[in-house]
Structures are given as structure tokens and as C-alpha cells.
């Protein structure tokens, strides 16, 4: 069981195992190393087990490595959480990746030409719909404007004014939350979370027939012209309502391994008017929420904003050279893939009956995972599992998604990653086999072949202290890694085109 350690520094007990830790330096040494290999992740996974190297000629195996030799017999493995406020460590990796998918896809690099960046590119930010009115924070030219300017005296038929004469703050609680909780369409909210992901699949199906619409060509010429790529991520708003942010590419049709740019008439105002057109159309509609009550017609909501990332705008399009850059955007997505999908926090596992029990049906975040619950009853949305998301507040979906040719992938990035760290560890010669011969699995020409027998041995660091020490490391490796980015961004000639080295 993991030791918890208090905010303000190691308790008595903590630092009596941290100080046993460190008693056997050439252990705590190795420890040390199991720890940096993870990134120094705040609830690693310990595996025990062995890897066996059997060569392929002669059938002889030999052991590789065994978990026992390590301190306290197991392996440590990065959690891979994506959430900051489970493991930074962890979700610093997953941005940073993210950040080098959409960057690749937007300057190139990674296996993209460099060209993309001439193709039409546009950054989009679809929104959900007004399911009731709810406290906001209004900016003004001088000061902070009303809340919801509107007749005092005038109230709804629950006998709350329609309005509100406060000037909010950014940060106050009450941001987001309904002017009238029992006037607001909690099942219309928590529905549109759990269709969002099916609304953006038949957004990006309408885009391309609105394209071949504005092209004036069929859709089967226009597979032959031009292909869509595009990568979007998922924001929680504070009404805990999901939007998207996405960054749409068109490219030539053909070799994918090329996208060369796509014909001349194909321009980032012609790719606009299709998008517009598209998030206008599309339309989920949902069974009935109880017997005799009509049913639900879920579309996105009225605000699109749409800004081309090219050098030039027109046609209401903001080029926003200055401001809006590859690597802005590249960042601004890849801060919502560590946040909470539906930006509650109410919990990071699916709830149980008991958990539901605990919420408070006069929060409003509570009240969509109560309403979420209730509705997962309902027949004909079973296939929404909604008390299995609950705790999302009814959004199933991945955080972030792409087409298959926008970039490289995730995969790609990790692989590579493990390599480079291989290479580190082994002086750049690369690892051997038990025979003293240079690895070689490849499955087709490879000499050895490598049985994993792995078993789950828990998951944190073994004891409080161990837990305060790793905690110790990983945030002086950040601040090396910080001060590194820095003085490679201030540095002439620091920065690079393809961003492999770099990130926000």
C-alpha cells in the first residue's frame, strides 16, 4: 500500500523509509535509475517476472532479465495517466507527444514534408448549444461587464429572477453554473455529451460532401482531387459541456507518403464554407428520455470559430499571423489532453451506487452525473452506457482523436522514445543477447526471439518514503528540463523547424 505524503513535506514515518532506502547505496542507486526510467511517474506499476532470449537457430534460451535481481523484486513502469492532476509526470509526456503529432502535421517532421505548411490549414473550435442560462464573466472595455443584464423585476415560471446584476470574477464558483437550475435542460446536456463524439463523426463525413458541393464536382471526383485530414481534442467547459478544438488540412489526393498540396481552387475559404455549411447540418436525434416526452434533436451549438493558419485571410477568415502561429496551436491542444475531459473533477474512476449516493443534487456538476445515472435506465440509450460515464458526465469519447494520414502517431512517437532511452542506457551500442550478439528480434530476419512472463505485483511506490524521494527527483528534473527549454529558446538559432527537440 502506498504511503501518502503531506503537501508541506515528509511525515516522521516517510523519512524513517526514505533514510532505510538510501541505507544500501548500490540498491538505492538502482532504485534510482528504476525511478528516472518511469519519468519519475507518481504511481508506477510494479510488474515481477522474467523476459527469456530463445535463439531461432539452435533453440537454446537463456535468461535476458529477471524482476528479482532488482530492489524489492520488481520492475517499475510509468502509469501513462493522461490526467495532470493524477500524475504530472506522466501527463507531461502524453502533452508533449501530443504537441509533436500536431505540430508534425501542421510545419512537418516526424515522416511529414514540410510542405503541409503551404496547404490550407484551418483552426476550428466547434461549441455545444445553450441547454439554459447560466453565470458568466463578461469582459468589458474599463471593468467587468454584467453577468446578465435583464429586467429585474421579470422571473421565470419558478419564481427566479431571469437575470444577474454581478460583475463576476474569472475564477468565482459560480461560473457556469444555470441562473435557474430547474428552468436548465439537464437531460438535453448530458445527451449532447454523450452524443458529441457521434456529431464530430458525421461533421467530418458532411465536410467533404459540402466541399465537393462548393467545388462544384461530385464526391467521387473529389476523392480523386483532395483528401481531409484533420486532429481534434475535447474541452470541458465550466457548464460541463464538451466542445471540440480541431485543426483541418487538405492535401492532394495520392501518394499519402507525399501529400503534396491540393489543386489551386482548393483554398482555406473554400474549406471554411464547407465546415460552416457541415456544422449547420449535422444532427443526432435521441430516443425519448421518459414515456410521452418528444424526442431530442442534438446539434452544435451557434458559435464556430473558424481561423485560417495560412498567410493570408479573407472572407471573414482570421489569419492572425502574429498571434496564431503552428506552435500556438500545437500547444493550445495539447494543454486539453491532461486536462478532465469534462473539466468537473468529480472523479477519475466510474462511480458506484454508493458514490452517487454521496452527490448533491444542488451542485450543478453533481447533478449531471446524477441526471447521467438516471438516464443510463432509460430504454433505448443503453447503447450510451451512461452510468458506466457518470463520471464524465455522459462523454464517452477519447480526449483527442485524427485521421489516419494528418501525421504520425502515438505509437510512432512512443517507440521511438524507448529507443533513444535504449541507446542512452547502452553508451549508444545498443543492447546484446545473453550471447554477447547484438539484439536482433525483428520478426521475419531476427536471431532471438524474447518471452515476456510478466505478473502484477500493485501499482504506486511501495512505502510513503519512497513515494516523497521520487516525488524529490521528479521536480528536480523538471526544473533542469525547464531551465534547458529555456536557454534553447533564448540561445540564436536554438529553435528548430520540425520541433524535434523542442516543446511548449
Known sequence: MTGEVPLGGPAFGAVAEALARAVDPGRFTRWEQLVAQTGYCAHPVRLSGRVTAVDRATGEAAPMYESAAEPDGVLLTACGNRRENVCPTCSATYRGDT???????????????????????????LTAPSFGAVHRSRPGRHRTAVCRPRNRRKVCGHGRPVGCAVRHGEDEPVLGTPICPDCYDY?????????????????????????????GVSQRRLRELVRLAYVKVAEGQRRGLVHF??????????DPLEMAAPPARFTPELLAAAIRAAAAR?????PPVRA????????????????????????GLDASPGR????TVAAYLAKYVTKSTTNSELSDRRFTATDIDALDPDRHLDRMALTAWELGAVQGLGDRRLRR????LGFRGHVSSKSRRYSTTMTVLRRARVDHRVTQRSGGDGLTDPWGRPLDTAEESGTVLLIADWRFAGVGHRTGGDA?????????????RDAARLALRTTAGGGNRTGEASFP
Open 99 to 125: 504537441w509533436q503529432l500536431v505540430a508534425a502535421g501542421l510545419r512537418g517532421g516526424k515522416g511529414v514534408p514540410e510542405t503541409v505548411a503551404a496547404h490550407p490549414r484551418l483552426f476550428v473550435t
Open 389 to 392: 460515464w457518470a463520471h464524465m
Open 292 to 315: 410521452g416526452a418528444p424526442v431530442a434533436v442534438l446539434r452544435f451549438g451557434e458559435q464556430l470559430d473558424i481561423r485560417n493558419l495560412g498567410s493570408t485571410g479573407a472572407d
Open 468 to 480: 516523497w524521494l521520487a516525488q524529490t527527483a521528479a521536480s528536480n528534473a523538471r526544473e533542469q
Open 245 to 254: 478544438h480541431a485543426v483541418f488540412r487538405l492535401d492532394a489526393a495520392g
Open 282 to 286: 449535422v444532427e443526432v436525434t435521441t
Open 324 to 327: 496564431l502561429d503552428e506552435r
Open 187 to 215: 437531460p438535453g446536456a448530458v445527451l449532447f455529451n454523450a452524443y458529441a463524439p457521434e456529431l464530430w463523426r458525421r461533421l467530418t463525413q458532411d465536410v467533404t460532401r459540402q466541399l465537393a458541393h462548393q467545388a
